[in-house]
Nanobody
């Protein structure tokens, strides 16, 4: 069974850090592009990072660039999202998702509508 599991969310004070992890089972992460997304209350789900094993430069949304960093541990079939200097605007449910670059409608920008697999979200709450 194909699964993605995001974990590591929680409550943190503004200025603090959290590290999210995305673990895959049933498929190999380094064969896929991995996107991190978030959805705040009343807002649309947005992509904040998109990375692949073939691209040394992950994409980061302007809202997180310089504060968030993606790293991969393909031996453990996991991808992590290190989040630093958190602020209240980072409060959201965070998701990881995967897309196969061989898909006929593949979008290298990790389009939210084009991802193949989604993990359940993990809540991140930043208190001011």
């Amino acid at each position: 069974e194909v699964q993605l599991q995001a974990s590591g969310g929680g409550l943190v004070q503004a200025g603090g850090s959290l590290r999210l992890s995305c673990a895959a089972s049933g498929f190999t992460l380094d064969d896929y592009d991995i996107g991190w997304f978030r959805q705040a209350p009343g807002k649309e789900r947005e992509v904040i990072s998109c990375s692949s094993s073939s691209n040394a430069r992950p994409y980061y949304a302007d809202t997180v660039k310089g504060r968030f960093t993606v790293s991969s541990d393909y031996a453990r079939n996991t991808v992590a999202l290190q989040m630093n200097s958190l602020n209240s605007e980072d409060t959201a449910v965070y998701y990881c998702a995967a897309v196969d670059p061989d898909d006929s409608d593949y979008d290298p920008r990790c389009n939210v509508y084009g991802m193949d697999y989604w993990g359940k979200g993990t809540q991140v709450t930043v208190s001011s």
